[in-house]
């Protein structure tokens, strides 16, 4: 069974950065683009950033295009998100999650729906 587990976020004032990871396990990272989803009270989940198996191709929701950056370190099945300049509205808890791909090239699905496994989620909090 694959699990993933987010750590990073915490209360950030306005301007500031956060680093999320998401560890997974059960499974090798290879194996599956990546995606980070954000829910705030009240909301559905919000897609954040994509990438694919092979790295090379991200994709990023306008709302951050710009200020967050996925990354992924397969050696150690971890995906990262830097989120930078962050501002109130970014409030949320962010949610990592993985989809089994055999497309080495293509990114993740912008619908929460597509994918398979989800970790538990870790709370950012942006204050003004």
């Known amino acids: 069974q694959v699990q993933l587990l987010e750590s990073g976020g915490g209360l950030v004032q306005a301007g500031g950065s956060l680093t999320l990871s998401c560890v997974i396990s059960?499974?090798?990272?290879?194996?599956?683009?990546m995606g980070w989803f954000r829910q705030a009270p009240g909301q559905g989940r919000e897609f954040v950033a994509t990438?694919?198996?092979?790295?090379?191709?991200?994709l990023y929701a306008d709302a951050v295009k710009g200020r967050f950056t996925i990354s992924r370190e397969d050696a150690r099945n971890t995906v990262n998100l830097q989120m930078n300049s962050l501002r109130p509205e970014d409030t949320a808890i962010y949610y990592c999650?993985?989809?089994?791909?055999?497309?080495?090239?293509?990114?993740?699905?912008?619908?929460?729906?597509?994918?398979?496994?989800w970790g538990r989620g870790t709370q950012v909090t942006v204050s003004s």
């Open positions: 999650a993985a989809e089994l791909s055999t497309n080495y090239h293509a990114y993740g699905s912008r619908s929460p729906e597509e994918y398979g496994s």
């Open positions: 059960g499974r090798s990272l290879r194996v599956h683009a």
């Open positions: 990438i694919s198996r092979s790295g090379e191709n991200r």
